[in-house]
């Protein structure tokens, strides 16, 4: 597991985070260990399964193909009233800062919802008796099916390859994975397009609010990947 100086893109993650978030090297020296290794086992086959990656061989690799690494981000979820843990989350991630722009991604933009629109709906709510309900997607990037031609990470610590070495061997990106610049704008974009194709209407000025009737829906682009509807009877 890589040591980042205060300069690496990916040491803002290390500077914000609780005791409870960590990476790999120091998740497996915590006397819970176990549990955040069956956490990486379960993330990575959530990942194989839903065809994120493929696993090749180094010389399959098409000359002037990026190969980036991995990060493994672990945490301990705990409960707001109790601080019980309740579950442990480790999440694969691409080391975006190693892409270049116009090689392996060009825009990046993705709308965000603001508290003034997340406040504005709720007034609108309590106004009109609307009735309001939070959803939380797993593995919500990687629901957008976006291949991405010539990209492929290392194979993570922590992974075995069956029949061969680790280093021998890396990972195709088959859909969009968390990490990459382009992750968030890739993720709304596919989320506001299935709305929009059950009808719903794409709000002009709040850009991460979409409607259909009495029916608003708050698509956020952010990486815990969460939506918020009202819904309301004229």
């Known amino acids: 597991e890589t040591e980042y100086d ?12 609780d005791p409870d978030t960590m990476y790999l090297h120091e998740a497996l020296k915590q006397p819970d260990r176990k549990q955040f290794i069956q956490a990486m086992d379960k993330e990575l086959q959530d990942q194989l399964e839903h065809g994120n990656f ?6 399959t690799v098409p000359e002037g193909a990026t190969v980036l690494p991995m990060v493994w981000a672990m945490r301990r979820k705990r409960k707001q009233d109790t601080g019980e843990v309740y ?20 825009e990046t933009f993705a709308p965000v919802a603001t508290w003034t629109t997340i406040w504005f709906l709720l ?53 969009n994975v968390y990490g990459t610049h382009q992750a968030g704008r890739v993720w709304n974009q596919h989320l506001v397009k299935k709305l929009k194709k059950i009808g ?17 829906v708050i698509v956020s682009s952010q990486s815990n990947s ?9």
């Open 87 to 106: 579950k442990y989350k480790g999440r694969l991630n691409v080391d975006g800062s190693k892409q270049k722009k116009g090689v392996n991604y060009w």
């Open 123 to 175: 007034v609108l709510t309590l106004i009109h008796g609307w009735k309001t309900r939070q959803i939380d997607y797993v593995q919500a990037y990687t629901q957008a099916d976006v291949p991405l031609d010539n990209l492929y990470v290392k194979v993570p610590k922590g992974v075995e390859v069956e029949g061969g070495k680790r280093e021998d061997y890396v990972m195709k990106v088959n859909k």
């Open 200 to 216: 719903f209407t794409q709000h002009a000025f709040f850009r991460t609010v979409t409607m259909l009737g009495f029916l608003s």
């Open 226 to 234: 969460q939506w918020a509807h009202a819904e309301g009877h004229p």
């Open 6 to 17: 205060s300069q690496h893109p990916l040491f803002a993650f290390k500077a914000k985070t």
């Open 54 to 59: 493929t696993v090749v061989h180094r010389s």
